[in-house]
């Protein structure tokens, strides 16, 4: 059993069997955390203990946290409910995983150019969820980067580049460029059952014919956090927090203080410890961030981020992105599209398209690091001096300064 008061708590997220350097995930909960562990008795006084709160999915870990208090006055439905999470989870991991040969996502990217794929419920909404970001963002939300991703050597792939010379060439990413139309993905629906069309391209590289391939891994945790969401609340679980991947939580409130509230940190993405912190209940967040997954050569950083528009590892100086409120899912989606974006542009699209959302952006102007956020000056907390505030909120929308 464990008992944490009024720590910090860090969420981790490690690169498993590769040689790129993971730094902790980009947001961090700063609370009185009761334990997960507890045991309980029936009414007929046989003992029976809370099964693990923690899963594994798509890759990635994943946590429940219930307060300790709940735990243990409602033995049985808190297993029901992590039970039922543990299953969701296995189901998305048959839907989504890239990996796992008999998921759907697999059989799609096996498919060759111009072919109808079938889909099960979960990945065709996931699908669908996804094409509406990409038009969303004018594209700057992007999953079928996936032979980039591969070719900078993250998601999944054996290796990434240690020098110069071995990071794919331009040519090559030409051709994968041509392989990143997800737009033009066609999903319909018939006779109860669900199909992605692969477009009609493909290129040829070393005599080796390919077609679309995509990822849906990102976008895929912030789906299940929303799942995981609504059977909190079917449950009556009014206090506690799902994260997945570190990067994806869904948070009840807070049994710790009076408010209720959660303490959000923006973890530093070059440094230790937290720039901001914010105050958060009964909603979602995503991160993403350029400290995650990343790898340095000749000063330059590459990480696992790719510019969808020249696929390859965003060069923005946006270093990482949360976004706070509203669907999980969309949430991924939308901070991988800021840091993408570069400030300016990242700027442009939260004060038209965000402004129900809570937004923090970190940058870096290559002279200091820099907060734009349209968090009202009073909703959050400085924490790092090494870190300056440049942007003001006006009429609910950011506004820069030097």
Do not use: W
Not at 315 to 326: E, F, K, R, W, Y
Request: proline share 3%; net charge negative; aromatic share 12%.
């Amino acid at each position: 059993m464990f008992l944490f008061a009024f720590i910090l708590i860090k969420i981790y997220n490690i690169a498993m069997n590769k040689k790129i350097k993971s730094a902790c995930a980009v947001v961090s909960v700063i609370a009185a955390l009761s334990a997960a562990l507890s045991t309980g008795c029936k009414p007929d006084g046989v003992e029976i203990k809370l099964r693990s709160p923690y899963f594994f999915s798509m890759g990635t870990d994943a946590f429940c946290n219930l307060p300790k208090d709940v735990t243990e006055s409602r033995v049985e439905d808190c297993n029901d409910l992590l039970n039922e999470i543990e299953g969701l989870l296995l189901e998305l991991d048959y839907s989504l995983n890239t990996t796992n040969s008999n998921s759907y996502v697999y059989k799609f990217n096996a498919a060759g150019a111009g072919s109808i794929v079938e889909l099960d419920k979960a990945a065709y909404e996931v699908f669908a969820l996804a094409k509406s970001m990409y038009e969303l963002t004018d594209g700057y939300y992007n999953p079928s980067v996936y032979y980039s991703v591969q070719a900078y050597g993250f998601g999944g792939a054996p290796s990434h580049p240690t020098t110069a010379d071995e990071l794919p060439s331009d040519e090559i990413i030409e051709k994968y460029k041509a392989l990143s139309c997800f737009g033009e993905v066609r999903l319909f629906e018939e006779e109860g059952k669900y199909y992605a069309a692969k477009p009609e391209v493909s290129v040829q590289i070393d005599g080796v014919e390919y077609a679309m391939k995509v990822d849906m891994g990102g976008i895929g945790k912030g789906y299940a956090v929303d799942l995981v969401n609504e059977l909190l609340e079917e449950y009556d679980m009014e206090y506690g927090y799902f994260v997945f991947g570190g990067s994806s939580i869904a948070f009840k409130k807070f049994k710790g203080n009076d408010a209720g509230d959660y303490t959000l940190g923006l973890s530093n993405p070059r440094g230790s410890g937290n720039v901001l912190s914010t105050s958060v209940q009964n909603l979602c967040t995503s991160t993403s961030g350029d400290n995650v997954q990343y790898y340095m050569i000749d000063d330059v950083r590459y990480s696992h981020v790719m510019d969808p528009f020249t696929c390859k590892p965003i060069q923005t100086g946006v270093m990482s992105a949360l976004i706070v409120g509203g669907s999980a899912a969309e949430n991924d989606a939308l901070s991988t599209s800021i840091m993408a974006m570069g400030k300016e542009r990242a700027v442009e699209f939260i004060n038209e398209k965000l402004s129900e959302r809570k937004v923090v952006f970190l940058y870096d102007s290559g002279e200091g690091y820099q907060i734009v956020t349209n968090l009202a000056e009073g909703n959050y907390k400085l924490l790092s001096e090494d870190y300056t505030v440049i942007s003001e909120v006006k009429d609910g929308k950011i506004v820069l300064g030097n």
